[in-house]
């Protein structure tokens, strides 16, 4: 992928063919569609937790990821874009958690936090390998621990981070966290 060609360029696109794209987003549709209806079923036969750790969810949720990358693909080959459209954002409603009563106290001209995330989808390694899954949390504690040095080096103020095994972490979600700062 070069950004070097006319679809990165400053001046508008003329004509653009958007049937890959839309291919690639029917695609993607009906793996989301299919997860919905392996998740009901699998949800059926087992509880929670066991359902999210099913080989049919995970093996749907890593077709459905890349399908969502060829998406990105597609877009960003025909149009230059990067588009953001793995983000999950849920607007603050009359129940909201978070209040700005909330807010940590930044230095002045800080903006507010926002969270990002970098996930893996890793498998077991083969048969007889020197490592097992345990140790993967331990290379994403590290990476972590230099990837929050280069951003703070970089002038950016990193609040938190986490490394974690099965879900992304819930920052500020801590009740612990409350009771350390009574």
């Known amino acids: 992928m070069s950004h070097e ?3 990165h360029g400053p001046a508008p696109l003329g004509d653009v063919d958007p049937e890959p ?5 029917d695609a993607l549709t009906t793996a989301l569609h299919e997860y919905v209806d392996v998740a009901v079923g699998v949800r059926a036969e087992f509880g929670a937790t066991e359902a999210d750790d099913d080989p049919r ?6 077709r459905v990821g890349t399908l969502n990358a060829t998406v ?3 877009l960003h080959d025909a149009l230059g ?14 129940e909201a958690e978070h209040t700005d009563d909330d807010a940590v106290d ?10 990002f995330y ?12 020197p490592v097992t899954l345990d140790g993967v949390i331990e290379v994403l504690d590290d990476a972590g621990e230099q990837a929050a040095a280069r951003l703070v080096d970089g002038g950016y103020q990193v609040m938190e981070w986490a490394a974690s ?13 409350e009771e350390d700062e009574e």
């Open 5 to 7: 060609d006319a679809t």
């Open 21 to 25: 794209m839309h291919r690639a987003v």
């Open 57 to 62: 969810i995970l093996a749907l949720e890593n």
């Open 72 to 74: 990105f693909d597609r």
């Open 81 to 94: 874009m990067h588009p953001d459209l793995t983000t999950s954002v849920w607007g603050p409603g009359p």
């Open 106 to 115: 930044l230095p002045a001209g800080t903006v507010p936090a926002e969270v």
């Open 118 to 129: 970098l996930g893996f989808v890793v498998a077991d390694p083969p048969a007889g390998a």
């Open 165 to 177: 095994r099965g879900l992304a972490p819930g920052f500020g979600d801590d009740p612990d966290d």
